[in-house]
């Protein structure tokens, strides 16, 4: 079995308590800037495009599709043999690192465009994770 | 720097590669530059300037007896040494010093006394959004990007493993490469599973080396008793950090701003070179490479390699050393990328291009981070 305690837990930092404090929550909480109207990742209190600090914190939709991926055979002793590390892209444009959970960690059922949502993984008290598995559930 | 204003005087690497047990990391720097200052007759008094990756310009300075006038200590991954030659050649240029001394030494595979990358703690970005998901260095960073590479253009896993296939026949005539055995599509398809679609054989070497280049101003080049390879145009870029924030994960931004401010720099056209270094710690780098510097047109890097273009008798002779894949890679290649174009242009590469004039020498630093370009020539424009 893995041991998901072997996991390293971020540490949030004043720029980034929103988002974690989001994922406790059950929520994918995504920065827009108002003025360009467009969404950023990471956080930081400013828009990465034209520096304004009119900003919003929004709920992302959760939804999202694999943009790239690899499947690591190498050992690691959170992970319970070869598993996938992913870019996925969401609805809402930004791209996020994830683990694709809840389906095969294979070619074959990892398809690149393939819809996914995200679910939440609690680590700690503190801390959640979000992850993505294949949209409607488990594959 | 005005083209052909700046040489390269010395270029010498470690006397031997691969599993060094008896030397740590800063012996191998100092290795480096000793046999470079034996080839070029200087003495450390001579050197008045210094830059070096993975420790710091101080460390290697006081233990080779120099002081200088001048100090880099750029640190972007393993193109850090491209970057290196082009501020030295702007400083050179500019007066700031006359000789400058770059050193590469890293006991990657041995681990002796190692320096390395400086991480940002569990707090950093990286640490926060990445390093959750399991990522356990290069392998599984840098291969990221590649299933969305070869899906947006076309390119087949068969002609990323053909990379691997055409290095090792340069690496065949390379006596010092580690690995020098013919290998094939098939083969390297089916070695050891890294991190899909990577096998072993996609993967760079793990080594111990270094490496060490002397510049100067190309009129005291003519004093020295070395063939002096001059520099036409430089470039360089960073870009980030987080592998899953490259801007596009099917070019390298990176590549493209270094690579075009280097033939600005050089003005010359793709057509004039005869002779091309890119940086692969695995085996999709010359594939971005060939397309972001405008060797081929978008998806066409796969096909450019499988037509022979890049192996020994090709066109564009490629990675000539047998590269990071077959040669050596001790964890900051491109030191050795540089070497190589150098040897090429000095006429004295054991599988020399004959009549090559032009070399281009593109490095990657990180995962993408950070990129180099140096065009050199051993003739002066």
Known sequence: MPDRSKVSVPIPTPETAHYWEGTREGELRLQRCRACDDFYFPPRPFCPVCLSDDIEV?????????????????????FDGPYSIAIVELDEGPHLMANIVNVAQTPEALILDMPLEVVFEQLTDEISLPQFQPAGGEA | ??????????????????????????????????????????????????????????????????????????????????????????????????????????????????????????????????????????????????????????????????????????????????????????????DRMIAYPFTRAMCCLVTDGGGALILTSAERAQDFPTRPVYLLGTGESVEMQMISQMYDKTRSTAFRISGKKAFDEAGISHDDADHLMIYD????????????????????????????????????????????????????????????????????????????????????????????????SNERP
């Open chain 1, 58 to 78: 929004v709920a992302a939709s959760g939804k999202a599709k694999l943009f790239s991926y690899v499947i690591n055979h190498r050992p690691h002793p959170a």
């Open chain 2, 1 to 190: 720097m005005r083209p052909g204003s700046v040489a390269i005087v010395g270029a010498s690497e470690t006397n031997e590669l691969g599993e060094i047990k008896d030397k740590s990391e800063i012996q191998l720097h100092a290795e480096a530059a000793i046999n470079a200052m034996r080839e070029t007759g200087l003495k450390p008094s001579d050197i008045d300037g210094i830059a070096t990756a993975g420790t710091t310009p101080s460390i290697i300075a006081h233990y080779l007896g120099i002081k200088p006038g001048w100090a880099d200590g750029t640190m972007v991954g393993g193109c850090s040494f491209l970057l290196h030659v082009r501020h030295a050649a702007a400083a050179i240029a500019e007066g700031m010093c006359s000789t400058v001394l770059i050193t590469h030494g890293q006991s990657g595979r041995s681990n002796i006394a190692q320096g390395g990358f400086v991480g940002g703690g569990r707090a950093s970005l990286q640490a926060q959004f990445e390093s959750p998901y399991g990522i356990v260095g290069p392998t599984t960073m840098f291969t990221l990007p590649v299933l969305r590479f070869l899906k947006e253009t076309g390119t087949t896993i068969e002609q990323l493993a053909n990379v691997a296939v055409v290095q090792r026949e340069w690496a065949s005539r390379n006596p010092r490469a580690k690995l020098q055995e013919l290998t094939s599509v098939e083969e390297v398809l089916s």
């Open chain 2, 281 to 376: 710690a695995f085996a999709h780098l010359p594939l971005y490479g060939l397309e972001d510097l405008g060797f081929c047109g978008r998806g066409e890097a796969g096909a450019f390699i499988e037509e022979r273009h890049t192996a020994p008798g090709g066109s564009l002779p490629t990675n000539t050393n047998g590269g990071g894949l077959s040669y050596t890679h001790s964890g900051m290649y491109g030191m050795f990328a540089l070497q190589e174009s150098v040897r090429q242009m000095r006429g004295t590469a054991p599988a020399q291009v004959e009549g090559a004039k032009i070399s281009v020498c593109h490095g990657v630093g990180g995962m993408f981070y950070a990129a180099g370009t140096i065009i050199m």
